[in-house]
């Protein structure tokens, strides 16, 4: 951070608690820093190599010696040191660093106070200092391992003040759950942050006086989850959030409780970046029908001006295809929404073949922005179906963790449900169906063909088929130690009964599994098990092995991969659901 005047900036580093000599920090260069997640033990190994001149070995002692986006990571990391990371300033012309903090436990979030005078960040002291947390909430985060805290519910970071000139370190906080993304009221008189008690529960914006008190909850009956937020001049705060497959932009009155939406619409809007005088904000906006541009508008929504014309040379050539929401009932009488994307070339009295599409995380969520995937699919000639099922995100957390021990349960009839909505429409050929999907959609396009053979193609990405396995290979256990209430050894039925591979005896319906070679999140064991088991059980199959990809190909993968993807999809279903109608799952 930097100070108002511009004349001092505030950043954390990774020090020694007991001196103040520099050392090994989690930065940009450091090959550590996107693991932030993991647990750092001690370090320390028995064996050495014989010749180290000749060993080009991996020697591993440790649990981070691999990450989906960096590989498999290089140098020995018991011989670097970890320290917690502390709060420093320096002037911006120069001069020596000084140290404000000194503590055993790291900090985050620090941010200045208007006049300069003080630093609030967020800490929990519990911690040891080799355990980095980050990411809690998100369903796919490497979450830390800490022996004292194998009992607790969540972390429990609390906000902290130092004065910026030195000082003692002053807590004004004790809530239960993790305080985060720390911002001060324009006039210093406030500390507002997010949190929940549980990660089940949504988060809320709240309000802390620095003097100290009891935290104010400001969004009052409002049931969904801010993202990013900022403080206005005159005392209200703006916050984007996800409603539903839509997001946009609020703002909240924090006297009164009272969200007015701003900018919104049908569409996605994200990256939110306000001018110094917070009267002006640019972001990007994305429409089913329109790839993302920049757009900026004043503070109250008036005067949305687009200001990029990145894509209007491809608008201009291709009719993409629009998408009819729509909200169907399932289990519990829970409300999902969805979405009917119509093929191209769309007849009025023709039937069309149907792929739905099956997102990941699986705390991630379809909606209102443009997707390349469901072009390609439409471009095709046939229906796209896309909804989201309970454990998405969008639509508060109690929706987002409800499939929490429960995968391929109430989810999957969530599924069947918006496909049995679809087929029944005259123009839909329900004796046509493909299923896709990729990670957490993987794994349920596996799951799907053990279930039922309605579908007469699939194709499985970046899949899941043994979670024995994949937890034994993945770089983000922490993913079902959570779900699954455990690790494989605590739970084994769990992990057993959630497995595809436990049932693919029952699977008829012909897949293409695709895979990336350097994927670490969902390693290629798991595909070539299925790809196995497929072939001797003689389902049609195929195995595309992508290189030098990672679990991110379809999202930022090398661009000639990435479409060749694009056109193995397509070839696929056209094959299984348009040129041979009468073969697959039977």
Request: charged residues 25%; hydrophobic residues 35%.
């Amino acid at each position: 951070s930097v100070t108002r005047d511009r004349r001092t900036i505030i950043w954390t580093d990774t020090t020694a608690a007991d001196s103040l000599r520099d050392t090994t920090n989690l930065s940009a260069q450091d090959p550590f820093s996107s693991m932030g997640g993991m647990a750092r033990p001690p370090y320390g190994s028995i064996t050495r190599p014989l010749d180290a001149a000749r060993f080009d070995g991996r020697h591993v002692v440790d649990l981070g010696y691999k990450s989906n986006d960096r590989g498999f990571i290089p140098g020995r990391r018991d011989q670097r040191r970890w320290r917690a990371s502390q709060i420093w300033m320096r002037d911006t012309n120069g001069g020596a660093k000084r140290a404000l903090t000194r503590t055993t436990y790291s900090h985050r979030d620090a941010v200045i106070s208007p006049d300069g005078k003080w630093i609030a960040f967020t800490a929990d002291p519990r911690l040891r200092s080799d355990s980095a947390v980050t990411a809690e909430r998100d369903s796919i985060a490497l979450l830390p391992y800490d022996a004292k805290r194998d009992n607790e519910r969540r972390n429990d970071a609390d906000i902290f003040l130092v004065p910026t000139s030195g000082g003692e370190v002053r807590k004004i906080t004790s809530m239960t759950g993790t305080e985060n993304t720390l911002s001060w009221s324009p006039d210093g008189r406030r500390i507002s942050f997010l949190s929940s008690p549980d990660r089940t529960i949504s988060q809320r914006i709240y309000s802390v006086d620095p003097n100290g008190g009891n935290p104010t909850e400001l969004m009052g009956e409002w049931t969904y989850e801010p993202d990013a937020y900022t403080w206005m001049p005159g005392g209200d705060i703006m916050l984007n959030a996800a409603i539903g497959g839509r997001t946009a932009l609020y703002r909240l009155n924090p006297a009164t409780r009272q969200m007015r939406e701003v900018i919104g619409g049908r569409r996605r809007i994200s990256g939110f970046t306000w001018d110094a005088d917070r009267t002006r904000v640019a972001y990007v906006s994305t429409s089913l029908t329109r790839p993302g541009e920049i757009f900026v508008a004043n503070a109250d929504g008036s005067g949305e001006r687009q200001l990029t014309r990145f894509n209007d040379a491809i608008n201009s050539e291709i009719a993409w295809s629009d998408a009819e929401r729509f909200t169907y009932r399932s289990v519990g009488d829970l409300e999902i929404e969805g979405w009917l994307m119509k093929p191209y070339g769309y007849t009025p009295g023709a039937k069309y073949p149907l792929v739905l599409y099956i997102h990941g995380g699986p705390h991630s969520a379809y909606g209102e922005g443009w997707f390349d995937e469901f072009q390609n699919i439409a471009a095709s000639g046939m229906w796209v179906l896309f909804t989201n099922p309970r454990g998405s995100s969008g639509y508060g957390a109690p929706f987002t963790y409800s499939t929490r021990g429960k995968w391929g349960g109430d989810d999957y009839q969530d599924l069947m449900r918006a496909v049995d909505v679809a087929a029944r429409r005259p123009d839909v050929d329900s004796t046509r169906m493909g299923v896709t999907g990729g990670s957490y959609g993987g794994f349920m396009t596996a799951w799907v063909t053990t279930k039922t053979n309605r579908f007469k193609a699939a194709q499985a990405d970046r899949m899941i088929s043994n979670w024995n396995s994949w937890y034994g290979s993945s770089d983000a256990q922490g993913l079902t130690e959570w779900e699954f209430y455990g690790k494989p050894w605590d739970n084994a039925a769990m992990y057993d009964t959630l497995s595809p591979i436990r049932f693919v005896s029952r699977v008829k319906t012909p897949t293409l599994i695709v895979q990336s070679e350097e994927d670490f999140r969902t390693p290629m064991g798991d595909a070539e098990q299925w790809f196995l088991a497929l072939r001797k059980r003689g389902v049609p199959v195929e195995f595309v092995r992508y290189p030098r990809s990672t679990h991110e190909l379809s999202r930022s993968g090398e661009p000639w991969l990435l479409v060749d993807r694009l056109g193995r999809l397509r070839q696929w279903f056209t094959y299984w659901l348009k040129e041979t109608p009468a073969r697959g799952g039977g």
